[in-house]
């Protein structure tokens, strides 16, 4: 089956840094994608791992342990514009015809 | 990367009509795909709509229910059919470039 875990809600102050968690069970992988969606918009792509390891993006960057089935977006300098949710999704499929979404992760940031 | 509009951006309908939202695309594109958005929810994907071929859906989703059309690289239709209050939803059309999936503007669908 296919399981994809994020925490529902997280709360930072501006200026922090915020680490969201992902793990996923899927039958089998084709990359990971982390979207930015804010309240009554489409999601926005934010980055993509195949590989094990950090990708770093300004002040994104996203890691993956395909191993362990986890992966993390870390947010520096959070900034008052970064309060949305984020999407954790995995290709699944072979020729990655598909995209599972996790739940989302809604982040607040505070002054 | 692409640049994807959907047509309407919202609507409001009454249960059992139906609605078709149209989806193009600025660029050819072999795969697009159609999403539901629930409120409060995830995305999940309704369908894979393939030129030239019937759609591939997926499981809890029927052709009767969401016919989809895709008369060329660059546009898609996806019709909600004998809509109910259920069915209110935001529907995003998405496109496959490179590695990458991409997301239109969603059309918001509220069903009376």
């Known amino acids: 089956g296919q399981n994809i875990d994020q925490p529902t809600e997280m709360t930072a102050t501006e200026g922090a840094i915020v680490q969201i968690n992902c793990t996923y069970q899927t039958s089998g992988f084709n990359g990971l994608f982390w979207y930015q969606q804010h309240a009554g918009e489409a999601p926005t792509f934010l980055s993509y791992n195949v590989l094990d390891g950090l990708e770093e993006k300004g002040r994104f960057s996203s890691f993956l342990s395909r191993s362990k089935g986890y992966s993390y977006l870390l947010l520096k300098e959070l900034q008052m514009k970064d309060s949305a949710s984020y999407l954790c999704a995995v290709g699944g499929n072979t020729g990655f015809q598909k995209l599972v979404f996790g739940t989302g992760t809604r982040l607040l940031v505070s002054p | ?112």
């Open chain 2, 1 to 112: 990367s692409a640049v994807i509009s959907q047509k309407p951006s919202r609507d409001i309908c009454q249960r059992g009509t139906s609605l078709t939202i149209q989806c193009q695309v600025d660029s050819q594109v072999t795969m697009m795909f159609w999403y539901r958005q629930q409120p409060g929810q995830s995305l999940t994907l309704i369908a894979t709509a393939n030129q030239g071929s019937e759609a591939t859906y997926e499981s809890g989703f029927v052709i009767d229910k969401f016919p989809i059309s895709r008369p060329n690289l660059t546009f898609s239709t996806l019709t909600v059919s004998n809509m109910s209050p259920e069915d209110s939803s935001i529907y995003l059309c998405s496109v496959k470039q490179q590695e990458t999936q991409y997301f239109g503007p969603g059309t918001r669908l509220l069903v009376l």
